[in-house]
């Protein structure tokens, strides 16, 4: 069955590093994009980044642009997605989904992802 599998949340503090992980399996990766998401408490889930895992295309938030590098291992079915310089504002639980395309580009819309995680947490603190 269809799982993504996010790995590598954790507790940190500003200015700090964490690299979160998305292992894939039960569909044919190369026909999707993934993205990263997340979630605040009281606040909406919003789109951070998302990759074509086929041609590499990517997209940032500008809140992320210039922190956040997304990447992915198609060979392990695997995205990453490295956050550095770390804020209290970035605490939330981070998913990733699975969003089937039919061209070279992707998007972080919520509502049209197919498959999501389950989440990880990042706590950043001050």
């Known amino acids: 069955q269809v799982q993504l599998v996010e790995s590598g949340g954790g507790l940190v503090h500003a200015g700090g590093s964490l690299n979160l992980s998305c292992a894939a399996s039960?569909?044919?990766?190369?026909?999707?994009?993934i993205g990263w998401f997340r979630q605040a408490p009281g606040k909406e889930r919003e789109g951070v980044s998302c990759?074509?895992?086929?041609?590499?295309?990517?997209y940032y938030a500008d809140s992320v642009k210039g922190r956040f590098s997304i990447s992915r291992d198609n060979a392990k079915n695997t995205v990453y997605l490295q956050m550095d310089s770390l804020k209290p504002e970035d605490t939330a639980v981070y998913y990733c989904?699975?969003?089937?395309?039919?061209?070279?580009?992707?998007?972080?819309?919520?509502?049209?992802?197919?498959?999501w995680g389950q989440g990880t947490q990042v706590t950043v603190s001050s």
């Open positions: 989904a699975a969003d089937l395309i039919y061209n070279d580009y992707c998007n972080t819309l919520v509502s049209g992802m197919d498959y």
């Open positions: 039960g569909f044919t990766f190369s026909y999707y994009a």
């Open positions: 990759i074509v895992t086929s041609t590499g295309f990517t």
